[in-house]
């Protein structure tokens, strides 16, 4: 089956830096040189700092992208170095404009993704002088790498150690203060430090301990009801070919975490999608059942697991992860795995040998067949062309509609979970997920298409997030990026809104706590330069899409959404319209009781 990736480029100069020597410039050249070698096309920046470095890039193709917040422009970064594996720059002013993307860097730092975040320090003669704008941010709890450059002659060892920092073990943005008036001093710079390899990640893909790999394969051959986790490591290291390989040669189900979807083509045989808090419920009793979880480059978090709920703690697991501390961190009875996701999975394939044929053949069988019973289930909800249109449907429909290549950036909670269960994409770099901050899939679908020009980028996020950062659809518009956006409109946080309306009906002003007035994104979107369309029925989704992409202008698909659909979010499960929606398990005996 096709496989959708981003490729890696080369270095954009191609230089190599081992027996370069040392170059007399200015420090605003040597930032833009760096800039330039790290083969990034665009940074993200809100005024005023490091202007002199950025007039140094107006002769380049890369885009110097003015941002309307500071938050906005880290998410911008984050969205560009997932979708590429290349990572970029964002800068800002100090002050409260650090403090702005303090707040930006948080996803990207629990979605390990490298980015380079620069903000200005004050020079000794104003600290403590009661300056302009004096306050101070401490970046250390959100980033891998934290440091003040102050002098010239090391400038290039300290944005050396940020890039090693940032794209080797497990990946992580970083950050340095830098005193500006550097920018116009004078010296040499040695770019000896900056190491090409080092501008994308993995930059190093280290093998696990063999009699490990040999013990993990062991263990899953010999397994009665093994089933692998695809994390969101596995997406980063381009491990969807390998995962592929292992499933199919041992015949082990695969499931994936929301950041992990990708790492396996959803249509195959051997898929069951999306596992943990956010879940396709018919993988809830496969994991239960499982006396083997294979974990690949991804975390025992709560999310994955449903807060520790699936499996039950004490299931044998084999854990595949870069960062040595992470394997066994939340849960017992862990073989560790430590390593490059790509490069263990190979070695895995290597020490499985031949593979007994029909071994899990029952137990695959058993998967299939919840998924099937679930899949029938949601039929009314993903073709029955309901009107408000049924959020399903509007995932399976924007599926259809878009490219096999399509780049879908997704916002957390609500939304996320329709689009990771419903949307069965192929195995790829193709689907980006935050990791908890709402809003943050606008601005990172807006990094995301500079990153990847020739793909098309769907932003697909409700009403609540694009409130967030609208006014970056201006940014959008001024600087050419062409993201396509769908809006899913229902006048309400919508999570909270079930929520509420489940534990608390009957209290009075109940939609005061959750809910919107009528707001027209395709109007606005209008205004500020952008298409925009609104869309009521579902037999107009295809069209509009297919119209929004040929038109390769940023665009808005506002939707209407019926508010009563309730994702099958593992909290929400048997409430709202979504109770009828329930696994029935399958086992040898027939269907068990309804969960």
Known sequence: MRSIATGREQTATGRQTASEQPRRMKGQEFLAELIRRSGTKAVFFVPTFLYPTLVELAETRIKRVLCHSEKAAGYMADGYAQACGRPTVVIAQGGPGATNLYAGLVDAWQSHTPLLAVTPVLPSSRYQGNSYQEAYVDFRPVTKYDAEVRSLDRMAEFFGKAYREMTTGAPRPVHLYLDGALEAGEAEFDFRFLDPRYFSYPAFRPRADEDLVEQAARELTEAERPVMVCGRGAVASEAWNEVTALAEHLALPVATTLGGKGSIDERHPLSLG??????????DPVIAEADLVFYVGGHHGGATTNMRRLPAPGTRAIHVDINPAQPGANYPNVLPL??????????????AGPAERGAHAAWVA????????????????????RT??????????LVKACPDD???VTDTGYVGTWAGVFMDLPAGRNFLHCEGSLGWAFPAAIGAKAAAPDRPVVAFTGDGGFFYHLSELETAVRNGIPVITVVLNNQAMAFQTHLLRTFWSGSPGLDTLSEFKETRFADLARAMGARGVRVTDPAHLGRAVREAIDANVPAVIDVVID??????????AGQGSRAGASV?????????KKI
């Not at 067949?369 to 949601?378: G, K, V």
Request: hydrophobic share 30%; net charge positive.
């Open 584 to 592: 029935t398990p399958v086992d040898e005996k027939g269907p068990t």
């Open 388 to 397: 408000p249109i049924r959020p399903e449907q509007l995932a399976v429909e």
């Open 406 to 408: 399509t780049l879908y």
């Open 274 to 283: 999306v596992t943990g808090s956010y879940r396709r419920p018919s993988t």
């Open 338 to 351: 430590i390593g490059d996701a790509r490069t263990v999975l190979r070695q895995m394939r290597e020490a």
């Open 366 to 385: 058993k998967a299939q067949a919840r998924l099937r019973t679930w899949r029938e289930s949601e039929r009314e909800h993903t073709q029955g062309n």
């Open 563 to 572: 508010q009563t659909a309730a994702a099958p979010v593992a909290v929400m």
